[in-house]
Every structure is written in structure tokens, then in C-alpha cells.
């Protein structure tokens, strides 16, 4: 579950809570711009109802910054925060979003997925699956800071996720997706976000998400691929669009790491990835420690399923199928100077 803490200074435990907090942290880590916020509040379009203006204000315990942060109550908070979305994303898309449960496994390209989704509030529920830790190179691409290394990154997302938007429900799964965590992770969910590395855990993933009729999206961050599989309307499609034909989780978790090595491999299409990637296949365990991933091409993939979760929102959820979106070649292949006509 999450770390940090909302406090109601109207009810009784909450507030002696509080007091205690306020005792043991001191004035220096207490954060109080409430009366801006109000002020912000109220000078929206249309203005807001006198009930949500003097909804009671909430304190937010952050554990791991030693701080308190006092903040609008949960519905002025969201409209507030939300407005500038409009007419981009309706109140009446918005309030669907908010029921959507997501769950994302892998928190490299990951952490931007589930942030953005956050950002956007696309979601009233995110589940966060990552057995690993950050590490300093992966400071290339996920947004943290040297702060956060050795800290698990689902955890590392919820809490910047939690900094964001107190109120996002946010459960952290730290020991990864398995065999034994599948059940709990997917559990009502109603789209999962796969951008972990390992071929065991892509395969079980969606296995159980085939059994549950739950849709998977799939960003992989070179060119931009971005990948959808709609098993709530194709209970019986074969796994990343039969690219790897008749394959299952046993299967896979039976194999060595040399049978499992084509596999990325065909699921890639490795006669369409990008020709930097293609010119660093050889040199990975030579002279390249793993395969490269740029933290633009990371951002991208965020965006791009944050688009694909809109669309569920909305109600016009897009097909099974696989899209490109890589930014360079698209720059390179449709750039035009209207200046020169």
C-alpha cells in the first residue's frame, strides 16, 4: 500500500495523529499554501459551489520527506488540479476515467506510463509491480534522483505519484508479478500495462490477463512500438499477435536462457527496429552492457499509452494491433517547411 498518509483534522484519531506529527517534524517541514489554493479554487470557470469551497482542507504525511502538506479536500483537490484538461478531456470523460483500475509491471518505462497517467488522471486506481531496485543507470531515463537509489521502483513511482495526487489510490507490488502475486495484482483490474523485460513474466502476464478478459497494452520504447491486445473482446487471440505462435507460461519458464534469447527477438521484428538498435545488437556483452534506451524514447512511451487509456475512457477503446510512433523517422519522413511552401 502506499507510504504516505491523508489526515482529516475533523476527525478525532486523525487529528491526534496530527498533533503528533506536527510535535515530532517541527515548523521548518510543514507546507500550508492552502489559502492560495482556495484562492485558485475560486476563481474558476464556471465558480464553484459554496459546499465544494469550504470542503474541510486535509494534511498529507510524507514519510519519506519527514514533511506534512496541507491541501484541498479530495474534490476540490481534483477539480483544481484537473481543470486546465478541459475541454481536451470533458468532466464527463474525466469522470468516467476515474473508474478505470490500471495495473503496470516493469517501472523503467513504467514509471512514465503511471505517472502520466496520474498527471492526466486517467485513472481512480493504479497497481504498481516491480521487483527491482534503482540503480544509477537507470537514471538515464526514469525520472528520479540520486536520492532515490537502492529504493524498489514501484515504490519510488507511488511516491511520486503520491506527491502529485494524495488521493490516487496507488497499491505497490515490490516483489514483482508472479505466480504468486498474479491473483492480487490483477483482481478487478481493467487494463494492465506490460513493460517489464523478462519473458516469463511477459508470457504470464498475459496468460492470466487472457483468462480474465483483461485488454494489455504494451509500449517497447525503441521506434516507438506500441502494442495492444484486446483479450475482453478475443478471448482466444494468441499472445503478441501470434508472433511467437503457440506458446504458454510453462512453456517458457521450462526453457534455458539460450532458447529463451530469440524470443525478444521475434517479438521485436527484428527486421524493423530501428538501425541504431540493430547496429548495437553485437556489441551487447562485449562492449555495451545491455541494450541501449534513451529517456525521450521512455517519455514517448508514456504518452503513448497514456493516449491508448484515454480512448478506453472515453468509450471508444482502439482494436488489437501494433503502431509505430518512433519520433525520429516521423520527423525525418514527414517534416515540411511551409515557409518555402
Not at 531496485?133 to 525520472?143: A, E, K, M, T
Not at 519473458?199 to 495492444?228: F, H, N, W, Y
Request: net charge negative.
Amino acid at each position: 500500500m502506499s507510504e504516505h498518509h491523508v489526515l482529516d483534522p475533523t476527525d478525532l484519531g486523525d487529528h491526534e495523529v496530527l498533533d503528533r506529527l506536527m510535535s515530532e517534524i517541527g515548523d521548518d517541514a510543514l507546507l500550508d499554501t492552502t489559502a492560495e489554493q482556495l484562492q485558485s479554487l475560486d476563481a474558476l470557470l464556471p465558480t464553484p459551489s459554496s459546499e465544494l469551497l469550504d470542503e474541510p482542507t486535509r494534511w498529507v504525511h510524507y514519510p519519506w520527506r519527514r514533511s506534512l502538506v496541507r491541501v484541498l479536500g479530495p474534490r476540490g483537490f481534483r477539480l483544481l488540479r484537473l481543470d486546465r484538461n478541459r475541454n481536451k478531456i470533458t468532466v464527463a470523460e474525466q469522470d468516467a476515467a476515474r473508474r478505470l483500475r490500471v495495473g503496470v509491471v516493469g517501472l523503467s518505462v513504467g514509471h512514465a506510463v503511471a505517472h502520466t497517467l496520474a498527471l492526466e488522471g486517467l485513472c481512480g486506481e493504479l497497481r504498481l509491480a516491480d521487483f527491482d531496485d534503482l540503480d544509477l543507470s537507470n537514471l538515464n531515463r526514469v525520472p528520479a534522483s540520486v536520492f532515490d537509489l537502492g529504493v524498489n521502483k514501484a515504490v519510488l513511482a507511488a511516491r511520486r505519484i503520491a506527491e502529485l495526487d494524495p488521493y490516487l489510490e496507488v497499491t505497490t507490488f515490490p516483489t514483482g508479478i508472479d505466480e504468486a502475486t498474479t491473483d492480487a495484482f490483477l483482481a478487478d483490474l481493467d487494463i494492465v500495462v506490460e513493460e517489464c523485460d523478462s519473458i516469463d513474466a511477459k508470457v504470464l502476464v498475459r496468460q492470466e490477463c487472457r483468462r480474465r478478459g483483461i485488454p494489455v497494452i504494451m509500449e517497447t520504447s525503441d521506434g516507438g512500438v506500441l502494442d495492444i491486445e484486446r483479450y475482453d473482446l478475443e478471448p482466444d487471440r494468441p499472445y503478441f499477435h501470434g508472433l511467437l505462435g503457440d506458446v504458454d507460461a510453462a512453456a517458457v519458464a521450462g526453457m534455458t536462457p539460450r532458447e529463451k534469447a530469440p524470443l525478444a527477438g521475434r517479438i521485436l521484428e527484428m527486421d524493423r527496429i530501428t538501425p541504431r538498435m540493430a547496429a548495437s545488437l553485437p556489441d551487447i556483452g562485449t562492449t555495451l552492457s545491455t541494450w541501449p534506451q534513451l529517456g525521450s524514447d521512455v517519455a514517448l512511451g508514456g504518452a503513448s499509452v497514456a493516449a491508448v487509456v484515454r480512448l478506453f475512457g472515453r468509450g471508444t477503446p482502439p482494436p488489437s494491433g501494433r503502431v509505430r510512433v518512433g519520433l525520429e523517422g516521423l520527423i525525418e519522413s514527414t517534416l515540411t517547411d511551409p515557409y518555402r511552401g
